[in-house]
């Protein structure tokens, strides 16, 4: 390796997971950090998700930092520039630009065994860091299906999340493959501007109507001369989060007075019978995210507006051909087909103890110490790491959690102090994952007869956290040292011991969980 920077910890990736890392570092005290980000600007999803009625829905004054509040939030939702130039703002308010390294993708991340450090490769220079935070988000990385001659499409094509604003969509037959969150918010944003739109559904998604409307002057004037009453606003929005979290983790028949709001919602838009029967689901609400949007059912009933209720299978030439035969001519096929969510593309990146990468340690599906920290991975900790992500309130709360987590964790190697590492007991991961895994039997998510993002490819729930957010809080409160080996330069791990050795007796294994033991009393 040429010539590197050490730091304390480095972060990875620059979205709201990142830049909450960041903060949070300097408020620990901790200067020492770099936050690695691979595009040009800060802002994550938030900044490559720029599609035409781009929004969150989650209202605003709840999916916002807790230590950043903005009494200014435009509207109940807010749309993608806001969100992003909040990011950007979070950026300058909390000092961050300084260690801020933009065009750094990372290229591999190596756990040196001897001198316990990583060794970080990125576009923009190598590093070595003590730490590090993996903040990539589970949505940054696209997802497109292999379709059968899709090379032979001559017209444009583009993924929702990769928007390219230099092609006039105006007057063209227009495509759009998927119907999730993104989707349902394009649909209706195009719709109109082109010349035919035609949605390829595989699935349809039950969808609520979003109740968004402008925060008046009154309103954000309150918020800034009395914050409480901005606290009040999120505590609430909170509140009513936390309350529903029971129907969806341990009684999904309680959801089915939704699923009638919900039809209701469609029946007010679509008067023809046969598209309503096309766009209702036979899955439980609930099992996939539910969508909010009052445009998409309208957009949908609009006479230059197709549904093909069937998915994507195959493209000739300009044709779209659908799993059901359909054929459509079209100048511009958009994917809204989602991420890399249970394969996440940077698990390839990283190499951990034991010479093996994190997507090697995870081929059999994504396995985490409360959502942070991974067996073979000493020091190495995600945020929205497995089963940490919600079906109904904002992954802001849950990534202040890990932040909580970040911040003992790295006080916890202080208090040890010297070169020192804190790798996950494979039975500690165990018996976490047994644990979540056991409270998801009853969820929506797993018993709702649905396949969604949710799911990995054995058809286990790894990303969803099947509890509400405060109990997240108090799970990640604080690190438990007996959840960890405490390694030390010159000590060596019982595990690595014996992947060097396989025939490592019992009393090797024993020798270092008495260096162990001692080193944690010492703590
Ligand atoms: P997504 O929820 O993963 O949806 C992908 C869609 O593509 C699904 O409807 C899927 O159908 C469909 N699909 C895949 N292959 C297809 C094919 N060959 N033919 C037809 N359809 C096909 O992706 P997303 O909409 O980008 O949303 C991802 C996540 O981003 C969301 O769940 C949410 O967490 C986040 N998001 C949030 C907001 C927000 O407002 N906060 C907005 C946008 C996105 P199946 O259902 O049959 O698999």
Redesign the pocket.
Known sequence: MAEREHVRVAVVGSGFGGLGAAVRLRREGITDFVVLERADSVGG?WRD?SYPG?????PSHL?SFSFAPNPDWPRT?SGQPHIRAYLEHVADTFGLRPHIRLNHEVRMMRWDTEELRWEIETAGGDFTADVVVSATG??SD??M?D?PGLDTFPGKVFH??RWDHDYDLRGKRVAV?????????IVPAVAGDVARLTL????P?WVLPRTDRAISGLERWLHRQLPFTRAARRGLLWGIRELQVGAFTKHPNQLGFIEALAKKNMARAIKDPKLRAELTPDYRIGC??I??SSEYYPALARPDVDLVA????EVRGSVLV??DGTETEVDAVI?????H?TDMPIADRVVGAEGHTLAEAWKDGMQSLRGATAAGFPNWMTIIGPNT?LGNSS?ILMIESQLNYMADYVRQLNVLGGRVALAARPSAVHTWNRRVQARMERTVWNTGG????YLDANGRNTTVWPGTTGEFRRETRAVDLGEYEIQRVGKRLPAQASAAKPAATAATAATAEAARTAEGSAA
Request: aromatic residues 12%; proline residues 8%; hydrophobic residues 40%.
């Open positions: 999803t998700n781009c929004a969150c829905d989650v999916y939702f589970p949505l696209p997802k299906p379709v929702s999340a493959i998927g119907t999730g969150a993104s989707a349902i918010q390829f559904q595989r699935t998604p996939k995210r969508l909010l069937s998915g994507l299978k659908a799993a994917f809204s087909t989602g991420f969510v992500g992954m649905c396949t969604s993002w």
